[in-house]
């Protein structure tokens, strides 16, 4: 430990003062904006006419997670992939119920202003050394491009693209963390357009900033050199020999599914653990937003984020030593996080065991629940729950019922104007 502690001022010398100052720019920044308003241009919510019980499909699409990140070059190591995840639901409306549509149509995406990544981050240029040999440019892990065909999960019952390689740079490389994509539904049979969902938000963020701290240059060696002399390792020295290291090469990393080296910490306790006394280095509030999007992109935005919760709440992730040592304990990194029943009880619990992102309505009235309605069609991703404060990511809401809120009104997909939910009965 002392040594690390020496390496500290050898690896960082003379490089802490820059990162601050970065930090302090990005602060006055901050300051000079609207009270509560980010600074990345916001997309008006589009003023449509409550979408009608006439339409005869509703159309629910969401990304998984509320922001996905990404790594602004990939030169030195990787630690994930540019991969969003879009889900899609779409239902039959009826007059007193309504039906999952799964099958029958064609469900296309495509990311609005924003056609290649490729350039925006270099990711391609090493992908074949982390994994992914022989990936062309601008095609994701999975074999997703920017626009393109969603496939049907029968074990999910929602349509999927995963992986989308997309990027918060449009075409004029305007930078804008809640890019939006087109959802349009066709049918199998004849091709027409049968509904869609004009503007969704893809949440994707580059904002990573180990640099404050590794220093703004030469910031992947720093971190590499640090890594080595931590813990024997020699990545640095493989990184000159043109070897480069995806961090789950050793680290366990259940966002990639990928089992580490036994003894080997997973990567998320590894990180956190070993920086929980390491914040007070930036003045980044919450010291999430220095590694997580961020100062500027503000990941959490959804209703919790309106009334002042903040990451580290106890009853939401806590500190990074809460984060780290709930590992050492046996939580599972991605797979176990916090719930919404852990503050609204158990009315508004997510199904037992699973993520709040891969459950269902499991008590409302009759008929709604099993594996039928995804939580996030009505509410949305986590940190992102509708209201949200950022008019991009109502405008699904406010075309599908009107208002700019979680979806409240049953015509979205059937008669009946108002009722409760949960608790309406089923299990
Ligand atoms: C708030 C400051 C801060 C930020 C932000 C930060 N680090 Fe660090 N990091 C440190 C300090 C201090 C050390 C110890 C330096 C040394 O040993 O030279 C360190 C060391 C490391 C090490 C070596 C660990 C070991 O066992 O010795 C790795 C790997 C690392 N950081 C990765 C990252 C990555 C990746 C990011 C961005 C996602 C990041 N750091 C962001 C401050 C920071
Ligand atoms: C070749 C294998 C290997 C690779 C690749 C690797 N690590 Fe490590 N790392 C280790 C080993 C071994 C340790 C020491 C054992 C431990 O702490 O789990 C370690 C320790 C760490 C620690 C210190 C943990 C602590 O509690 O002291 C951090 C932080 C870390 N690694 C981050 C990273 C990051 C970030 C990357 C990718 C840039 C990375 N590692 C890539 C093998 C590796
Ligand atoms: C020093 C950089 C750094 C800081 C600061 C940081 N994180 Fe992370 N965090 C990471 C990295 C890197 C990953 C992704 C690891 C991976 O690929 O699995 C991650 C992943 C996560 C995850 C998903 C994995 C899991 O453990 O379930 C959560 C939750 C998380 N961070 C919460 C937080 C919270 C809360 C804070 C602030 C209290 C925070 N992080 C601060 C670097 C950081
Ligand atoms: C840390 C505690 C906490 C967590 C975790 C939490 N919430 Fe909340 N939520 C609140 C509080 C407090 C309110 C405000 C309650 C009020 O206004 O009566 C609220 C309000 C809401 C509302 C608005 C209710 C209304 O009728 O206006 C919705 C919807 C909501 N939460 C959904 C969720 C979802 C979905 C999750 C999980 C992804 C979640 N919440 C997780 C604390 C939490
Ligand atoms: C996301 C779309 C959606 C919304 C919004 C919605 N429902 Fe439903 N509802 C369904 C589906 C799907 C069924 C199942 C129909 C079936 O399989 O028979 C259903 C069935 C029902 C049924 C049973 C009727 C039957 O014949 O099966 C009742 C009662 C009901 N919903 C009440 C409500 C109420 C009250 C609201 C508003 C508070 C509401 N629903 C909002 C999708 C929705
Ligand atoms: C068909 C739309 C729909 C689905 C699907 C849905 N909800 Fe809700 N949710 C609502 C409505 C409407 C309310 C307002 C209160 C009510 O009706 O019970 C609500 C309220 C909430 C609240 C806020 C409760 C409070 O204290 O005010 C939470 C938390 C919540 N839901 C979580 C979930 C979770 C978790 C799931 C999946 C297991 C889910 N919801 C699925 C429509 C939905």
Partial sequence: MGSRLLHTHGGLGGRDALGIAFAALFLTLLAAAPAGAAIYPRTAAPQLPVSSSKAQYAVFAVNDLGMHCFQKSYAG??????????????????????????????????????????????????????????????????????????????????????????????????????????????????????????????PVSDEMRCDYCHGPQNTAASILQAHDAGNGTHLYADLQAGVRHACSECHADNALGKPGVPGVKPLSQAIHGFHADKMTMTTVTPSCYTCHPGAITKCLRGRMAAIGFTCTDAKCHGSMRTVADTQAAGRQAWLQEPTCAGCHGATYAENPGQLYRNSYLANG????????????????????????????????????????????????CHGGESGKIHGGGGG
Wanted: one cysteine or more; charged letters at 15%.
């Fill in 77 to 202: 190591f990787m630690i994930l992939p540019p991969a969003n995840n879009m889900k899609v639901q779409v239902f039959r409306r009826g007059s007193e119920g309504a039906s999952l549509v799964t099958s029958g149509i064609k469900i296309q995406y495509s990311v609005i202003g924003n056609t290649y990544s490729a350039g925006k981050t270099d990711f391609w240029q090493y992908a074949s050394s982390y994994g992914y040999p022989g990936l062309k440019a601008n095609v994701g892990i999975t074999g997703n491009k920017l626009s393109g065909t969603m496939t049907w999960s029968s074990k999910d019952r929602w349509w999927i693209a995963t992986a989308i390689p997309v990027t918060p740079y449009s075409d004029q490389l305007v930078f804008n963390p809640l890019q939006t994509v087109k959802i349009t539904v066709r049918s199998t049979k004849t091709n027409k357009v049968l509904a869609t969902q004009p503007k969704v938000v893809i």
């Fill in 365 to 412: 009235p009759e008929n709604m629940n099993g594996k039928k309605i995804m939580c996030e069609a009505c509410h949305n991703s986590p940190h992102a729950e509708w209201a949200s404060t950022m008019s991009a990511d109502n405008a699904e809401p406010i075309n599908l019922q009107g208002q700019a809120t979680y979806i409240r009104d049953c015509r979205t």
